[in-house]
């Protein structure tokens, strides 16, 4: 089944609510700055969860879910992949808002005030109070000091206000598996309060959180640093069949020219400045771009790529792999290169060279991976791409400003 991979971001004010919902697609958060609280059903029981900058946690397909920013004076960033593999095809993805009123619409306020009045055993009035009150829309002032629990929060905000947004910004093509959601008890987490010292936390249970920071990189060399994880290292990827990856590039430095085998790859600059070049199969030139923070990227399966660090200081990208499998990147320059491994008569022949000069050449790299910066700097780098084509190839959106 062919589906859809988005890249989300979300922007908290401290002491917001991102009033409970639940999508019908996953999500895997990673906590770029800043301190969280989620709280969402599992195994019919209500979890939560402390994050902090660097963590990685998945939210299943039509799991309910709430997040808090609880860093003092702090505004919370997240990075998500948002998995649309289980979507109902409406839209690029739906939210189901369970708290809500005029803005946005509680999914309740779709049935028959008499049929609600019934099931909650109140009058129709206070049916009408319960889903009239909240129209600050999906992100909220969250005063606890004056709020028992999270629906009485949606009932007395006063001056609400909208402190945050969602952005959708990227999408690509992957593989994907169809699994059913997991139930849930509606009941359970009307009545649960996310607040004070009655909460129902279980937060020795449910899926941990993995930090990114935490570990200890895959390579490192005096040029840079990468980390990638694999379902191998943080088990909640195989349910999205995403993978995760971090790099740290010094100024000028380069990530070798390689190609991703088995997945479509996608970042974001979380620091510094660089280049991105993606070739074509044919060979010719697809993108040639520089990227500074806040600019997103993604890199199709099998196109020859590279990334390289601006002169002027460290260059830092975190993004998503279309396969939670190792995705073992082919490098085609450099001591662990594909021309290292084919070596030969025949490689020779094709390059229309003796095998001794090819020697020569292949090995004036001793470095891989991570290679050192140009002894002469390049001319200044701008956008070089095909009018038309290079849109179906690679998409490049600013989206911190």
């Keep these: 089944m062919k589906s859809l991979m988005h890249i989300g971001f979300i922007t908290m004010e401290p002491k917001s609510l991102f009033i409970p919902q639940y999508l019908d697609s996953s999500l895997i958060l990673f906590i770029r700055r800043g301190e969280a609280r989620i709280g969402h059903i599992y195994k019919d029981e209500l979890v939560e969860k402390r994050l902090k900058t660097g963590d990685i946690y998945r939210i299943a397909a039509g799991l309910a879910f709430y997040l808090i920013n609880t860093a003092e004076g702090q505004r919370l960033h997240i990075i998500c992949s948002i998995d649309t593999s289980d979507s109902l095809g409406f839209h690029s993805f739906q939210s189901f808002y369970i708290g809500g009123g005029k803005y946005p619409a509680s999914i309740l306020s779709g049935f028959d005030p008499l049929t609600l009045a019934t099931a909650f055993n109140v009058s129709i009035g206070e049916v009408g109070e319960l889903l009239s009150r909240q129209q600050a829309g999906p992100i909220v002032y969250l005063n606890v000091s004056h709020s028992p629990s999270v629906w009485t929060k949606f009932l007395n905000l006063e001056d609400p206000y909208k402190l945050a947004h969602m952005k959708r910004i990227v999408h690509i093509g992957k593989d994907g598996e169809e699994e059913k959601a997991p139930r849930w ?217």
């Design 185 to 401: 008890s509606f009941s359970k987490f009307l009545m649960t309060s996310i607040f004070g010292s009655e909460n129902k936390k279980r937060e020795d249970k449910g899926p941990d959180s993995y930090n990114i920071y935490d570990r200890k990189p895959d390579f490192k060399n005096d040029y840079g640093w990468s980390i990638a994880l694999d379902n191998s290292d943080y088990s909640p990827l195989e349910d999205s069949d995403f993978g995760i990856y971090l790099v740290n590039l010094s100024a000028g430095s380069m990530m070798a020219p390689h190609v991703n085998p088995r997945a479509t790859e996608f970042g974001v600059v979380l620091r510094g400045a660089g280049t991105i070049q993606i070739v074509y199969p044919n060979g010719s030139l697809a993108m040639n771009a520089k990227v500074s923070e806040g600019d997103v990227f993604f890199i199709p399966r099998y196109f020859p790529f590279c990334q390289i660090a601006s002169r002027t200081g460290p260059f830092e990208f975190f993004g998503f792999t279309t396969s939670a499998r190792n995705n073992k990147p082919q490098f085609l320059v450099g001591a662990n290169s594909l021309l290292q491994v084919l070596r030969g008569p025949e490689l020779a022949t094709a390059f229309g060279l003796s095998e001794e000069r090819l020697k020569e050449i292949l090995d004036a790299q001793s470095g891989s991976t991570i290679l050192p910066s140009a002894t002469v700097s390049p001319p200044e780098v701008t956008m070089q791409v095909e009018v038309g084509k290079a849109k179906k190839v690679a998409k490049m959106i600013r989206i911190f400003d």
